[in-house]
């Protein structure tokens, strides 16, 4: 079995930062891709970036370009979302989430294999 463990969520105030870490007991696959997805109360579940891990190419949701990054430690085999000048609408349930590269469009829900339990972002105005 895959465990992915979220953290580092929590409470900020708009234009704030957080960082949130997603640690992986192992990586599943040859070519593996570790992305961010997050779900605000009534609405649905969305990409919010995600990272090749074997190659370092990364992938962002237009609404957070330029404000988040992904990046990761291999030798930790953790995953870093690095949250700038956040909004309220930023706020909701983070989950990581792990796939098979060649799974299609890294965005898609249906990658992914293995998810952690999540962590809270609360966004203030």
């Known amino acids: 079995q895959v465990q992915l463990v979220e953290s580092g969520g929590g409470s900020v105030q708009a234009g704030g930062s957080l960082r949130l870490s997603c640690s992986a007991s192992r990586y599943p696959y040859s070519r593996n891709l570790l992305a961010w997805f997050r779900q605000a109360p009534g609405k649905e579940r969305e990409a919010v970036a995600g990272?090749?891990?074997?190659?370092?190419?990364?992938e962002y949701a237009d609404s957070v370009k330029g404000r988040f990054t992904t990046s990761q430690d291999n030798a930790k085999k953790t995953v870093y979302l690095q949250m700038n000048s956040l909004k309220p609408e930023d706020a909701g349930t983070y989950y990581c989430a792990a796939g098979s590269q060649y799974g299609g469009l890294w965005s898609r829900i249906s990658l992914y294999t293995y998810w952690g339990q999540g962590t809270q972002v609360t966004v203030s105005s």
């Open positions: 990272i090749y891990i074997e190659r370092g190419r990364t």
